[in-house]
């Protein structure tokens, strides 16, 4: 064999091996965010898929925090029951979140500055905690009767919101919960007995209907 025979070889097999390590797909990734929870990222359509059953699992470490730019549409299949710590902080080109009925909490900062977020139903959920939608873009939002505590900060900063529908059941609304918002108006429902300090500050009410068994007004 000669040396050129043997060098066209050679470099036929570097060749083929090279592309054999290169991924499938470089715009598509994946990983886990919970014991028998997974994700997924399809970075050509922008679309997130969580999958599996339990809880999201991230309070430390976001593992898709570097592509979080790239996420417009999140899709929550049916098992999981929450939506982790921070998981969709700054996604600012967040704008359609699709939840299942298994997903009941909300956790801290699950969607905070999301400006791009205009909408979300919510009719599983039970859990609102801190911030968790700090400085969205929602326009209106109903709390579903589930929830007992719109935690403090939940809805601050949304500058665009200017409905609120919330349902009897709820018991508590934290300190910040609307700070900022453009409410001109809101009717507390009678299960409401604490509204905390400045819930609803900056909002520049034209109206408001009070809890006939509110018993704490920050």
């Known amino acids: ?24 797909s470089a715009e598509e990734i994946s990983g886990t965010c919970g014991s028998n929870t997974t994700w997924h990222l399809d970075k050509s359509t922008g679309t997130m898929t969580i999958s599996g059953n339990g809880p999201m699992e991230n309070d430390s470490y976001v593992p898709w925090y570097d592509h979080r730019k790239s996420i417009t549409k999140v899709v929550i299949e049916e098992g999981v029951t929450s939506v982790g710590i921070s998981a969709f902080s700054g996604c600012s080109n967040l704008h ?10 909300i956790r801290q900062s699950a969607f905070d500055y999301c400006a791009s977020l205009q909408s979300i139903a919510l009719d599983y959920v039970t859990v609102i905690d801190y911030y968790a939608f700090r400085n969205t873009g929602l326009t209106s939002v109903t709390i579903p009767a589930g929830v007992t505590v719109i935690n403090s900060g939940a809805f601050m900063g949304c500058s665009a919101l200017t409905d609120v529908q919330l349902q009897n059941g709820i018991a508590v609304i934290g300190s910040y919960a609307f700070y900022k918002c453009a ?33 704490k007004l920050g």
């Not at 050679?10 to 090279?18: G, M, P, W």
């Not at 359609?96 to 909490?105: K, R």
């Not at 299960?191 to 819930?199: D, L």
């Open 1 to 24: 064999m000669t040396m050129r025979k043997c060098f066209l070889i050679a470099f036929i097999v570097f060749t083929i091996s090279i592309l054999l390590t290169v991924p499938v």
């Open 96 to 105: 359609t979140v699709i939840l299942p009925s298994t997903v009941t909490e």
């Open 183 to 215: 409410l001109s108006s809101v009717s507390i429902p009678d299960s409401v007995t604490e509204i905390g300090g400045s819930a609803f500050a900056g909002c520049g009410f034209t109206s408001v209907t009070l809890s006939e068994g509110l018993e």
